[in-house]
């Protein structure tokens, strides 16, 4: 009598497939990540970007000079979300990704300003004021 060949899944098939299927997730993942990293860095530059065009076009024509503190009181034409890193912390905040360093202060009026955002994916992003 002549043997049936067996249908059905061998473990080492099975084993495949499952090693298969954790390499595509695993890659699926790690794109994922840099896509969601590099979405966050873009965020980041343009809130450095508007926070740096309200300083040079609304702010220094309307004050002769930079904010000794930014914060929303100092910067009421500025929507607050951009002094708000993508986690949530606000500009200066020890753990936040933004740091905004006046120089030449006096009065609350400063003459110059460095803006900075760390980067996940790059290197940190600067603005600096415009030399007058």
């Known amino acids: 009598m002549k043997a049936l060949p067996r249908r059905g899944v061998t473990t080492l098939e ?3 497939i499952v090693v298969l299927a954790g390499l595509v997730a695993s890659l699926f993942w790690i794109q994922k990540s840099d896509a969601d990293s590099r979405q ?3 965020a980041r530059k343009q ?6 065009y309200y300083l040079e076009g609304t702010y220094y024509p309307l004050h002769h000079g930079y904010p000794a503190v930014l914060d929303a009181a100092s910067t009421k034409g500025l929507s607050s979300e ?3 890193d993508p986690h949530g912390h606000t ?9 905004y360093l006046p120089t030449g202060c006096q009065d609350g009026v400063c003459s110059a300003y460095k803006l900075t955002a760390t980067l996940q994916k790059e290197a940190p992003f600067t603005k600096t004021s415009v030399v007058r």
């Open 82 to 84: 951009y002094l708000t």
């Open 40 to 42: 966050m860095d873009s």
């Open 14 to 16: 099975l084993l495949a």
């Open 47 to 52: 809130s450095m970007n508007a926070i740096a």
């Open 91 to 99: 500009i200066n905040q020890p753990s936040g990704d933004y740091v």
